[in-house]
Nanobody, 124 residues
Framework: VQLQAFGGGLVQAGGSLRLSCAASGRTFRQYSVSWFRQAPGKGREFVAAIHWSGGETYYADSVKGRFGISRDDAKNTVYLQMNSLKPEDTAVYSC??????????????????WGQGTLVTVSS
């Protein structure tokens, strides 16, 4: 499966953005998908995940209550709705997918497929 993330941009603190992760392939519905982010000078950080069934979602504590992950398998797309954005949310956001979550949703090594990142900049 090939992934493409888009939707990033510049937004003021308190604003909202919606990221999209578009996938190729007819078996996309079999994949669990996550979003990770990497801020300048920092390591990769788990943000949110959605199980292939769509019935389970997981969030990092830092975004819980502000971000929402969802999927539309008919469109082969996973979304990350980001509300109440803060300057510390500034990062390159990447989506990742896997069929078998071998090491837990929050571990980047669990994912076999990665899309290119999209930059989110939140100004204060």
């Amino acid at each position: 499966v090939q992934l493409q993330a888009f939707g990033g941009g510049l937004v003021q603190a308190g604003g909202s953005l919606r990221l999209s992760c578009a996938a190729s392939g007819r078996t996309f519905r079999q994949y669990s998908v996550s979003w990770f982010r990497q801020a300048p000078g920092k390591g990769r950080e788990f943000v949110a995940a959605i199980h292939w069934s769509g019935g389970e979602t997981y969030y990092a504590d830092s975004v819980k209550g502000r971000f929402g992950i969802s999927r539309d398998d008919a469109k082969n797309t996973v979304y990350l709705q980001m509300n109440s954005l803060k300057p510390e949310d500034t990062a390159v956001y990447s989506c990742a997918a896997t069929i078998v979550v071998s090491r837990g949703f929050v571990v980047s090594d669990s994912y076999n497929y990665w899309g290119q990142g999209t930059l989110v900049t939140v100004s204060s």
